[in-house]
């Protein structure tokens, strides 16, 4: 019987270190929130942030999608392009920004295909950035 009492005991301390443990990591990491994740045309944009603090936006093909192209992602003092290359659902091209941007600064991504030496839009998918999280 005081073998069964130690080892609950053991088993209900362990458990209490493990809730606390877990509740320490959520009050001390900040939360962050991922606006976009919708589609105009062919480009689909979510863009990882912190109130003000974009840490990072990812452009994907939408569902379906195949052609030969790039993506562009800008604002914020961030303007940058992918490789061009065959494209289809399941990729994704990602920047990492990595910054505080002013209130109201919009995420922009735009998808060009190229087609017989031509740039064809696929559409531009923007996030404005608001410090009230909007």
């Not at 914020?76 to 109201?104: C, F, I």
Request: contains cysteine; positive net charge.
């Amino acid at each position: 019987m005081k073998r069964v009492m130690a080892r609950t005991r053991w088993a209900v301390r362990t458990a209490v270190a493990a809730v606390g443990t877990l509740a320490l990591c959520a009050a001390v990491a900040p939360p962050a929130s991922a606006d976009g994740g919708d589609c105009v045309g062919q480009t689909c944009l979510q863009v990882e942030r912190n109130g003000l603090h974009v840490a990072r936006a990812t452009v994907t093909p939408a569902r379906g999608a195949k052609f030969f192209g790039h993506y562009r992602l800008y604002g914020g003092g961030v303007d940058n392009k992918s490789a061009s290359q065959h494209w289809h659902e399941g990729l994704r091209y990602t920047v990492a920004w990595g910054r505080d941007v002013p209130d109201h600064t919009k995420i922009c991504a735009e998808g060009w295909e190229q087609v017989r030496g031509q740039l064809k839009p696929l559409g531009t998918k923007c996030v404005e950035i608001r410090r009230s999280g909007g």
